[in-house]
């Protein structure tokens, strides 16, 4: 039988019609997006989205993919499958995958557009988005892929909403102070924190001199907003603290980087010497809902006004409880109701609300709070 007959024998199914389950299924689709990477094993894979004129999907590749972004590919042999709550459609090894010449296929329409995106509104998983930022902090770096080294580069991207991370694995086009747009990035989360990815694929143009980004004296914010994705560093926060958890407290870190030691060992030091490290754990309320914020320990001896040793004395001159409810005593009198300025990091938590690692707090008026804020009636729900 001839190419050109299978082609015409072949049952192509519509993207919209796959159905979780089903397998050696043939579809045709334009390649959206196409990134590789590694799994457990070291293995490479693809991974992206295809679609035709009527919706896009999701796809997994265990095999090589040697086309590129806007390329009509024809699949025979894919199977479909639930991935993230999500339907996806996966091609083995075993499956057939040529380019075709079919023009007739379009782009679903929420990607006919370029997807212009500002830094404070972009989430973890985000793709093929285009930003228009400055080049806030770069340093080069290097990593080890399949045992092979690779240098990258890694730094802070702005713009008027806000700054996020960002890795780059094209080491040229950008400079430290320069203002970019940057077509086709991607953006993942890793440990919480949110990233921007710049791969081969993306492209990188100057801005003229006249559309440079400018940015803000700050990125204030409202907590509502925070929750919902968005570039968190330096994020600034106004609103009262509105609860001062029992989980403050002292714990034994290390002395280069304060991460807290498990068994003795820093996850990036190695085993060391701790010390009792003061964190006080508290929630901050606005006009439009509740963060979590941890305050590290300067952040936290220069709000309190007290020495991290006086609050340590406080819990090991009483015994058990009594020493523990004395401290939260103490912290819960200077902190409970007080209205604050935080500035800080936003940490994006799988199946948890966003948080916030404080870098400062100020203490300030109520007056001084843009946005009205709850009364008391409405934080308590209404119990008196």
């Known amino acids: 039988m001839s190419e050109a007959k299978s082609a015409e024998d072949t ?11 089903e397998d050696g299924i043939n579809f045709i689709g334009r390649i959206i997006s196409l990134r590789q990477s590694l799994d457990r094993k070291g293995r490479p894979y693809f991974y992206g989205f295809v679609g035709d004129g009527n919706t896009s999907i999701p796809y997994v590749a265990f095999r090589e993919m040697p086309f590129k972004v806007g390329d009509v590919i024809e699949v025979r042999g894919a199977r479909v499958e639930e991935w993230d709550e999500e339907v996806r459609v996966a091609i083995p090894t075993r499956a057939e995958v040529r380019r075709s010449e079919r023009v007739d296929v379009a782009y679903p329409k929420v990607f006919e557009e370029e997807k212009m995106a500002k830094i404070g509104e972009i989430k973890s998983g ?29 730094g802070v991207l702005g713009d008027e909403t806000g700054k996020v991370h960002f890795t780059s694995w094209r080491l040229t086009g950008l400079e430290l102070g320069g203002s970019y747009r940057i077509k086709g990035v991607y953006v993942k989360s890793y440990r919480g924190r949110m990233e921007v990815i710049i791969d081969e694929w993306s492209t990188i ?8 980004i400018k940015l803000p004296k700050s990125y204030l914010r409202n907590i509502a ?84 040793g006086e609050l340590l004395k406080v819990l090991t001159e009483s015994p ?32 948890r609300p966003a948080m916030i690692v404080a870098k400062s707090i100020q203490p300030i008026k109520w007056a001084e709070i843009k946005g009205s804020l709850p009364t008391l009636d409405d934080f308590l729900g209404g119990a008196t």
């Open 320 to 351: 058990g409880e009594v020493g523990r409810e004395e401290f939260l005593k103490i912290i819960r009198k200077k902190l409970a109701a007080l209205p604050v300025r935080v500035v800080g990091d936003v940490i994006y938590r799988e199946k």
């Open 205 to 212: 143009e100057p801005l003229e001199s006249e559309k440079r």
């Open 126 to 154: 985000d793709e093929e988005l285009t930003l228009e930022a400055v080049v806030l902090d770069m340093e080069r770096s290097q990593v080890t892929v399949r045992g092979r080294k690779r240098d990258l580069l890694k």
């Open 11 to 21: 049952v192509w199914v519509p993207l919209d019609s796959l159905r979780v389950g």
């Open 225 to 308: 907003s925070i929750k919902k994705g968005g570039g968190g560093l330096d994020v600034e926060i106004e609103g009262f603290i509105s609860y001062v958890s029992p989980r403050s407290g002292f714990s034994l870190s290390c002395p280069e980087c304060e991460r807290k030691l498990k068994d003795g060992i820093c996850a990036i030091h190695g085993e060391v010497k701790g010390f009792y490290n003061l964190r006080v754990w508290v929630r901050v309320t606005d006009n439009t809902s509740t963060i979590e914020v941890l305050i590290p320990r300067v952040v936290a001896q220069k709000l309190l006004n007290l020495d991290s």
